[in-house]
């Protein structure tokens, strides 16, 4: 009988290099929650980023053919998992990719080798005896191999329910390779180990991609996975593509607000081009603030409100607005790392601009966390005599973070003022802004 389709193309396997392209198109109806995802990215290592409920792991799974969309694309290369249009919809067992759950699905019966070994591909059964020997040390060399890339040499003969968290991770991972797949794909493998364990098998993950050379999809939420893993990221929000690029341009440039709080840039404001009254150091043009918005979750009750006439902000530095742009909206974020935090001098009020073009903020300390290295400052915009009688006062709270070593040197109580320094790097402009 002649072998389907199907078949034939699970026979044409081979290791797809970074050469080969990742496409991804899936629509499909979860109860109230609409999957619309469309990306096309190199098959290196891609990170599917985004908060809780944005889409990641069912977009995995119908990746690994555990859901069936009603309408999508699925490829790696030229090798087609899914074509709702051509009526192609390959099942899990066949499309070779290995998929690892949030909680590893290890078999507990079966020692580290024996899961290792129950995924590698099967043989014919009828094969003659020194083929079948041949076959069975070939098997028991791949696994070794494998043991011994992830970490895993002296627990062959252990039970799941013996190792460690790290550990059974690794073993899954183990698992998912030995079936040689086309893809690999991997559902916030790190999420329930500890910082340490976490921070090394991510260095492990990287050096084993590299390789095995292996394309890699994995889900995180975790701002530091993404960016210490991913050649390229997929910011999902609400089961759609926000942004798909490197770290650089998901981390430093988000091209909506969305992306932005997503990444952790909480700074966002409103405005628009405009002429600054003129006084030592004012530039030709800069962005009026009419409005700063923050989404920072905290206890304190405060809420967002508008700038006043002294609410300036320089222009990006790679801003290319022509003098058309006057009046016309602008948004962007405030980079949260980007500003410099000083003492106010006392019994003096400082110039607006300064002599490299940056703008003089004075603002209130609400509250500095230390987080490591770095201390996260909420700060209240405020400017001059003005903040006392409550007038021309932003009442959202900045973000900043600053070094530890930084803030020893500014020691400051909440309640006393701040002078904020925002130059142009500081300064992001979304994609389509005027």
């Not at 198109?25 to 290592?45: E, H, M, S, Y």
């Not at 019966?109 to 079948?132: C, D, E, Y």
């Not at 021309?392 to 973070?401: H, T």
């Not at 070593?405 to 006393?416: D, F, S, V």
């Amino acid at each position: 009988m002649e072998r389907s389709k199907h078949h034939r193309m699970t026979d044409r396997v081979k290791v797809v290099g970074k050469e080969a392209l990742l496409t991804v198109r899936l629509k499909q109806q979860f109860g109230n929650f609409r999957l619309d995802i469309d990306f096309q990215v190199p098959a290196g290592l891609t990170v599917l980023f985004g908060f809780s409920g944005a889409g990641k792991s069912l977009t995995l799974r119908s990746m690994a053919g555990l859901l069936h969309p009603r309408q999508g694309y699925v490829a790696i290369g030229e090798h087609v998992l899914f074509d709702s249009a051509a009526g192609i919809d390959l099942p899990a067992q066949e499309r070779h990719v290995g998929y690892v759950p949030q909680h590893y699905a290890l078999f507990p019966h079966l020692t580290v080798a024996q899961n290792i070994s129950f995924a590698l591909p099967k043989q014919p059964a009828r094969i003659g005896w020194h083929k079948g020997r041949e076959e069975r040390q070939a098997q028991h060399a791949r696994v070794d191999e494998l043991l011994a890339a992830l970490e895993l040499k002296g627990l062959e003969r252990q039970y799941p329910a013996t190792l460690s968290g790290g550990q059974q991770q690794r073993v899954a991972l183990a698992r998912a390779l030995a079936a040689q797949p086309r893809l690999l794909l991997l559902d916030e493998p790190f999420n329930a180990l500890d910082i340490a364990v976490r921070q090394r098998l991510r260095d492990s993950l990287k050096r084993f991609q590299r390789r095995f050379s292996i394309p890699i999809v994995l889900v995180t939420h975790d701002h530091d996975e993404a960016q210490q893993l991913a050649d390229t990221i997929v910011a999902l929000q609400h089961g759609r593509v926000a942004q798909v690029g490197s770290v650089q341009d998901i981390f430093f440039t988000p091209a909506t607000p969305d992306v932005a709080r997503l990444v952790g840039q909480q700074n966002i404001f409103g405005g628009y081009l405009a002429t600054p009254t003129r006084e030592e150091y004012s530039p030709a043009r800069a962005l009026r603030v009419e409005w700063l918005q923050s989404e920072i979750q905290t206890q304190l009750a405060v809420a967002q409100g508008t700038g006043g006439d002294c609410y300036w902000l320089p222009l990006p530095g790679d801003a290319s607005l022509s003098p058309s742009s006057l009046r016309m909206p602008v948004s962007g974020c405030i980079r949260n790392d980007e500003v410099l935090v000083q003492r106010l001098p006392s019994n003096l009020m400082p110039p607006l601009w300064t002599a490299r073009g940056a703008v003089q903020w004075i603002a209130e300390l609400l509250e500095a966390q230390t987080h490591g290295a770095i201390v996260r400052l909420l700060v209240r915009p405020c400017r001059g005599e003005q903040a006392e009688s409550g007038q021309n006062v932003i009442r959202s709270v900045l973000e900043l973070y600053v070094s530890r070593l930084r803030w020893r040197e500014i020691e400051a109580m909440p309640g006393e003022c701040l002078l904020l320094e925002i130059g142009p790097e500081a300064i992001h402009r979304f994609a389509g802004s005027s």
